[in-house]
């Protein structure tokens, strides 16, 4: 059974943009997905439609092998604990301390009255010390977040949701707001990571680079619409093309032929 799978999921916001078109895919245990596509693509909306941030027009989301769509109340909570985020613009507490945004990746698993008034379980503490020290920032555990450079305050977003104890990691456009050098530590740990601990992880991305050095599988979006689901082999200059300057109608395979249509631009 796939970790997760993902058939005819629809997005249209109120004003009547269309997010999302028909998406089908799967999610294997363990895989590392780059969704690539140009801005306004719906590679974001794709992402928060799957932990339920942005809810679904229409469509089914399976996480291992449960509805997510229509989830509530502990379902929910439980799926979400599972299927970690991280952001582009990395969501850290900034006046807190490195370590204590870490231990918020727990909240999930607490009662929300421990959770307000931060009553972590020392082997919680003792875990979050360990994840900042696997992402090399060991020496920053008593620093406000925002005392941090980017690049550092995105490892804390990685030891955040590495904290817990995900199946599923969704990364939107982590690496965005960085330079290369930056781009390239937070690129490779949250590769490493997912690799050790066995976390399938969506990223999406906009440098096409990034996605064929690190993926195993690359997800094209096009308005709305998956136009590639291959592997970076496969991902050849016309596909990159098709991906952000024509689109086809439906979702094409490596070799076949794209056939050229107009789409409302999405937001």
């Given at each position: 059974m796939a970790l997760m799978k993902v058939e005819g999921l629809r997005k249209v916001y109120?004003?009547?943009?269309?997010?999302l078109e028909g998406i089908d895919?799967?999610?294997?245990?363990?895989?590392?997905?780059?969704?690539?596509?140009?801005?306004?693509?719906?590679?974001?909306?794709?992402?928060?439609?799957?932990?339920?941030?942005?809810?679904?027009?229409?469509?089914?989301i399976a996480f291992q092998g449960d509805e997510t769509i229509g989830a509530k109340g502990?379902?929910?909570?439980?799926?979400?604990?599972?299927?970690?985020?991280?952001?582009?613009?990395?969501?850290l507490v900034e006046r807190v301390s490195v370590l204590t945004n870490v231990l918020h990746g727990r909240l999930g698993y607490m009662s929300s009255w421990?959770?307000?008034l931060g009553l972590f379980a020392k082997s919680d503490i003792a875990e979050a010390r360990r994840l900042l020290a696997r992402v090399g920032l060991q020496e920053q555990t008593h620093k406000r977040a925002d005392e941090l450079s980017g690049g550092q305050q995105q490892r804390v977003g990685i030891a955040r949701a590495l904290a817990q104890q995900p199946k599923l990691i969704?990364?939107?456009?982590?690496?965005?707001?960085?330079?290369?050098?930056?781009?390239?530590?937070?690129?490779?740990?949250?590769?490493?990571?997912?690799?050790?601990?066995?976390?399938?992880c969506l990223c999406n991305l906009h440098q096409v680079d990034m996605a064929k050095k690190y993926a195993?599988?690359?997800?094209?979006?096009?308005?709305?619409?998956?136009?590639?689901?291959?592997?970076?082999?496969?991902?050849?200059?016309?596909?990159?093309?098709?991906?952000?300057?024509?689109a086809p109608q439906e979702s094409v395979r490596p070799n076949d032929e794209p056939a050229d249509t107009a789409r409302k631009e999405t937001a």
């Open positions: 109120a004003d009547g943009t269309v997010g895919f799967t999610v294997e245990a363990g895989e590392f997905i780059a969704v690539i596509g140009p801005s306004g693509a719906g590679k974001s909306t794709l992402l928060r439609c799957l932990n339920r941030m942005v809810e679904p027009t229409e469509g089914s502990r379902k929910l909570r439980r799926i979400r604990r599972e299927m970690s985020m991280i952001f582009q613009g990395f969501n421990k959770g307000a969704l990364a939107d456009e982590p690496i965005a707001s960085l330079d290369p050098a930056a781009s390239e530590t937070v690129m490779s740990s949250l590769h490493r990571f997912c690799s050790e601990d066995g976390i399938a195993s599988r690359i997800i094209g979006i096009h308005k709305g619409r998956k136009v590639f689901d291959g592997t970076p082999e496969e991902l050849t200059d016309e596909m990159i093309h098709l991906i952000y300057n024509k």
